[in-house]
């Protein structure tokens, strides 16, 4: 035993001088180089001088370092062959500590020594079982920076505040013994009138509790100036604005010049990514057609999305990667933080990120390509991602993008040949159910501005307007309808005589009044014979252009009958109501 601690010592002696010559060596050599370099040569560069200062200094602090460790190795082998000695002279417990301790020391010691020099780490030789931490445990280890810089941040206030409830105790205090002194003055007053020897004893004990309480008093009184004064100091430091000014200064300094960076390195990275994205979907597609001449669609769209996916993965991890080179362990935590929260939120949601993610690849109830009703109105869809691509052609700023989480719930069709995408364009005249006849001057996915006939305009929703059932007037042309009857004293000639008669003057009419180009149709025939009336229907289709002016060729078409009925002498009936009273037969 004493030999192997022997040949150690003298070891490591000879390992100190070597160390020692060396260190010489390359202090003289480097003088030399030096004036050499000073006649010779010009003097180098600030950055060559930088990297052989940095170099020096390393290297001048690993020989400083195995200097320490072998003095503290000699050192330690000597105090074993004390702590030897002792147990072979008396063995007790406290000895075989002593032993087993300078043993582990030296351990620790030689390891150190070998990975300084070698710059291997040897930690592996420990053998130890570090115990199992809990799960609050890790999660305070893990919390610990961002609690550490809350605590900095709110630290002034909080010796402030702390300040001030010592001050209140101390003041609380002052006054319970200015009480208690002021209660000994009365008592003393009060017992000194009685001559009495006992009397006098307890005055002297009085006087001199009135001495300890004035001293304890006095004491407090320092400590409520010192306090004082550590207060005042605390809030001239600054105001508010002054301390989130230079809170706000040290930030940008620091973690606002870490998180710029990282930031600029996520949106960077993210930004070639997608420069990248079209060569890659291009190369893709090239070498999808051929294998299949068709080309599956759904394998570029797949590629597609996983490639967006993996660039914000790898953006991200590339940031937070960056903050830890930066060694800003606060940004780390509170990234990893946030960006672990976000992939376990997404374990409620995984249903509905299938469907998203099916939705994405166009295999899922919405494709492009086809027909779909969103707000109540349909729409083409033009484009599906993260957000969709839906275009009404007929509407104004009938282009719209969508999140795709919207469309999930709805179901796309094939679009038919000559399917309309709204009842009407801009510039048609329609004719509502609630009575209302106008021109469309605007039709937006929101609102459809009608210009009735007076050139008011009224405004309807666009889902609201759908439910009028809107009449189209200029589409396909339209036509006046009008119900006209003549009295029963004219029934022998209704048919043949009165109808030629009509039907002859309105054909001249129709030719005065509208060119024949725009004439599509013209009837005038007997309907029905009514309960008072011998009913005609007229019905003349003009062309969609002359919709403006439905309602005055109306009025025009009425006016001409009624002539026609003055000019022949035909009666216009009324209707009649006829009363039959049962007690006036009997």
């Known amino acids: 035993m004493h030999k192997i601690i022997y040949s150690c010592l003298i070891a490591h002696f000879f390992i100190f001088l070597s160390s020692e010559s060396i260190a010489q060596t390359k202090k003289i050599t480097s003088g030399k180089k030096v004036s050499k370099e000073n006649k010779d040569t010009p003097k180098p560069d600030i950055e060559s ?14 020989e400083q370092r195995l200097k320490r460790i072998h003095k503290k190795v000699v050192k330690l082998k000597r105090d074993l062959l004390q702590a030897d000695k002792k147990l072979k002279a008396k063995k007790s417990s406290r000895n075989y500590k002593l032993v087993n301790r300078i043993k582990d020391e030296l351990k620790i010691e030689q390891i150190d020594f070998i990975e300084t020099l070698t710059s291997y780490n040897l930690d592996f030789h420990q053998n130890k079982v570090l115990p199992k931490k809990t799960f609050l445990e890790e999660l305070q280890y893990l919390l610990e920076p961002v609690l550490n810089s809350l605590k900095r941040a709110s630290q002034r206030p909080r010796k402030i505040e ?19 002194q002021t209660s000994l003055t009365n008592y003393k007053d009060v017992e000194i009138e009685e001559k009495d020897k ?10 001199s509790s009135k001495k300890i309480i004035e001293v304890m008093r006095s004491d407090l009184l320092l400590k409520k100036e010192d306090l004082q004064f550590q207060l005042l100091k605390l809030k001239n430091t600054g105001s508010l604005i002054e301390e989130i000014s230079k809170m706000s200064r040290g930030f940008l300094r620091t973690k606002g010049k870490n998180l710029f960076l990282s930031l600029l390195a996520f949106f960077s990275l993210l930004w070639v990514f997608n420069l990248g994205k079209p060569k890659v979907l291009k190369y893709s597609a090239k070498f999808l057609h051929t294998i299949d001449d068709d080309g599956p669609h759904w394998a570029i769209r797949s590629i597609r999305v996983l490639y967006s996916f993996f660039a914000i993965f790898l953006s991200t991890l590339f940031a937070i990667l960056l903050l830890y080179i930066l060694n800003d362990w606060l940004l780390v935590t509170i990234s990893v933080i946030i960006f672990g929260g976000v992939i376990w939120s997404t374990r409620n949601y995984l249903p509905q990120y299938v469907e998203q993610f099916k939705l994405l690849l166009n295999v899922g109830s919405v494709r492009e390509g086809e ?5 109540g109105i349909p729409y083409l869809v033009k484009g599906i991602g993260i957000y969709c691509k839906i275009i009404n052609p007929f509407l104004y700023g009938g282009e719209l993008r969508v999140h795709s989480k919207t469309l999930l719930e709805i179901y796309s069709r094939p679009i038919k040949k000559k399917e309309p995408w709204f009842p009407t364009k801009t510039g048609n005249w329609v004719s509502l159910n609630d009575g209302t006849n106008g021109e469309v001057v605007m039709q937006t996915p929101e609102t459809v501005i009608l210009k009735l006939i007076g ?11 759908l439910g009028m059932t809107p ?5 396909n042309g339209f036509t006046i309808e009008i119900i006209f009857g003549i009295d029963y004293t004219h029934q022998p000639g209704i048919t043949l005589d009165i109808h030629n008669l009509f039907e002859k003057e309105l054909k001249r009419f129709i030719d005065k009044e509208i060119a024949a180009s725009k004439v599509l149709d013209f009837k005038f025939e007997f309907a029905k014979a009514n309960s008072s009336s011998l009913d005609f229907r007229f019905a003349l289709k003009l062309i969609g252009s002359l919709a403006g002016k439905k309602w005055s060729l109306e009025r025009k078409f009425q006016a001409k009958l009624v002539d026609l009925c003055n000019e022949n002498q035909y009666v216009i009936p009324f209707n009649q109501l006829t009363v039959h009273h049962v007690g006036a037969q009997q």
Do not use: M
């Not at 001088?49 to 690993?62: A, I, R």
């Open 455 to 465: 050139g008011e305009k009224k405004f309807y929703h666009s889902k609201e307007f």
């Open 162 to 180: 702390k300040i001030k409830k010592q001050l209140e105790d101390v003041k609380d205090k002052i006054d319970i013994l200015e009480d208690t």
């Open 371 to 375: 027909r779909i009703v969103y707000d």
């Open 471 to 475: 009449i189209n007037l200029s589409e």
């Open 198 to 207: 006992k009397v006098i004893n307890l005055t002297n004990s009085i006087s």
């Open 49 to 62: 001088e930088g990297e052989s200062e940095t170099k020096s200094s390393f290297s001048d602090l690993k």
